[in-house]
């Protein structure tokens, strides 16, 4: 039997999963570290721990599985992503902490780039909107930052690396310092159509060239995992991004295929094949991985309150002692009885984007309580889910037939019943919910020939289907009362 171990370097741990030749799971190993907050809104990670973390999550996962390192065919990696760092290249030496996706401190770097006009080109180039959120910024504020670092990057002195890169090049014999396309496109740095590191962007946030890495296929063998991690070289055969990764990992592999991901926010992707989608709806346009050479695109789309609506009925409401309970609760009564909730705590994003919105509970009526309550919130991750879809639905004309879903809140059967029939498709979970996981190692397996393109296509199994069962009047009211509720949380924070 051989195996392909998965590392899943995330932004609270880092985990190692150890697949068998049928995708099934044999072994699981997680660590969580630390999480820095120097400053309000600023966030970082120590780039030893995220090393170390992963290493040691890689060993005693192999070890839980009790197989040699000589039956693993390859290993995969996939990662938190846009995390941005910066190395020695003679020594590997971090010249400072990761700076973490949630971090906003290059907030005026973007607004400066927003105010010289380069929002078209952005767009245009990396199918990305100007925001903090991505690399570019981050890494232009390290190389202002840090002394004599845009002199010596321009030396070649130094990397820059999202956390695939940074992890390839420590994890590997010989240091090959590269990046796959899925993570070169949240970069803001990378022109998705020409697959390439573009000048004019560059020049823009002052980066110099001899600092990147080249950018590879994201199912390539990219150097051989030094000897003494394991006791053995293997061939580390993939990089990508985790929701890319989860989108193959999910067999979202023809055009018009969707999943979207509940956790503490709801992460969609929809597959657009050959060509990229400019979205009219604000989504994000995206690589969702290359292939020989070939790129293929998504549209991607976010909510920011997903599961975490749970949580604050859990924490902060105390409705609820787990967020498991909230099932239970919300099919103890028939409907909401009218009540609905927009979790908007931080504002909306697509395709409504309001940074004003505000959380709202609309239609209370005398009879409205805890139940109703804990149903209408299971319900807006749902609406909010479905906005997005619809969104992409229209940017890219094609109508997903079904849904595929992972991460916590797709355990709960109401929410999936929910989602089918407020969508009108079939929502599918699968059998292994390790889907970020599943995609590292399908596209690792891939490049080493242990699986091939057929044998990928079969390895996602659906466990469980959901199907609409909504009459079709029934939904559209409930739409438009969603509509209306989301209509009074806008504009609630904007001062008057
Ligand atoms: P993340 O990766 O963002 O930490 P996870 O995929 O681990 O998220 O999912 C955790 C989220 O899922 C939490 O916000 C939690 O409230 C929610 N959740 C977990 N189990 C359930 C459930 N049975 N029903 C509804 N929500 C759930």
Redesign the pocket.
């Known amino acids: 039997m051989k195996y392909v171990v998965a590392l899943d370097q995330?932004?609270?741990s880092s985990r190692a999963v150890v697949f068998d030749e049928q995708a099934r799971i044999a072994a699981v190993h997680g660590i969580e570290f630390p999480q820095l907050y120097p400053q309000p809104g600023w966030v970082e990670h120590r780039p030893e721990d995220i090393l170390g973390s992963q290493m040691d999550a890689l060993r005693l996962a192999v070890r839980k599985a009790g197989i040699r390192a000589e039956d693993i065919a390859a290993i995969g990696i996939t990662n938190q992503r846009e995390t941005t760092l910066v190395w020695e290249r003679a020594t590997g030496r971090p010249l400072a902490n990761a700076i973490v996706w949630q971090c906003r401190r290059t907030a005026p770097l973007v607004e400066r780039l927003k105010a010289d006009g380069l929002g078209a080109l952005l767009r245009d180039r990396t199918g990305l909107v100007p925001d903090a959120y991505f690399s570019g910024t981050k890494l232009e504020w390290l190389l202002d930052s840090i002394p004599d670092a845009r002199e010596r990057a321009e030396r070649g002195e130094l990397c820059f690396g999202t956390v695939d890169s940074f992890l390839a090049w420590n994890l590997c014999e010989g240091h090959p310092h590269v990046t796959d396309a899925t993570n070169a496109a949240r970069t803001m740095l990378f022109d998705i159509h020409h697959q390439r590191w573009d000048p004019e962007l560059l020049r823009a946030m002052d980066i110099p060239e001899p600092l990147l890495p080249e950018v590879v296929d994201t199912s390539h063998i990219v150097g051989m995992l030094r000897r003494d991690i394991l006791g053995r070289e293997i061939p580390v055969a993939a990089l990508a991004g985790d929701q890319h990764a989860a989108l193959y990992g999910q067999g979202c592999l023809s055009p018009g295929d969707c999943k979207n991901?509940?956790?503490?926010?709801c992460f969609v992707l929809m597959n657009t094949g050959e060509a990229p989608v400019r979205s009219v709806n604000d989504l994000i346009t995206t690589v969702a991985w290359r292939l020989d050479g070939a790129p293929r695109y998504a549209l991607e789309g976010s909510v920011f309150v997903?599961?975490?609506?749970?949580?604050w009925l859990?924490d902060e409401m105390g409705l609820i002692r787990?967020?498991?309970e909230?099932?239970a609760v919300a099919t103890s009564v028939p409907d909401s009885g009218g009540v609905f909730i927009v979790p908007a705590f931080t504002g909306l994003g697509a395709p409504h984007w309001d940074m004003y919105s505000r959380g709202t509970i609309v239609g209370l009526t005398r009879g409205a309580g805890r139940a109703q309550i804990v149903r209408a919130a299971?319900e807006s991750?749902a609406y909010q889910s479905a906005d997005v879809i619809r969104a992409m639905a229209a940017d890219s004309g094609a109508q997903p037939a079904a849904l595929r879903v992972?991460?916590?809140?797709?355990?709960?059967d109401f929410?999936m019943q929910f989602q089918s029939d407020i969508l009108g498709a079939r929502v599918l979970r699968p059998r292994v919910i390790e889907t970020t996981a599943m995609g590292a190692a399908m596209f690792a397996g891939r490049a080493v020939g242990l699986w091939t393109d057929e044998q990928i296509a079969a390895l996602p199994q659906p466990d469980r289907s959901f199907e609409p069962g909504m009459e079709a009047g029934q939904r559209a009211r409930l739409l438009r009362q969603w509509q209306r509720a989301v209509e009074r949380s806008k504009g609630w924070a904007r001062e008057d």
């Open positions: 995330g932004t609270t991901t509940y956790g503490t926010g997903g599961g975490a609506a749970v949580q859990r787990s967020a498991a909230s099932e299971l991750i992972d991460g916590g809140a797709s355990a709960n929410l």
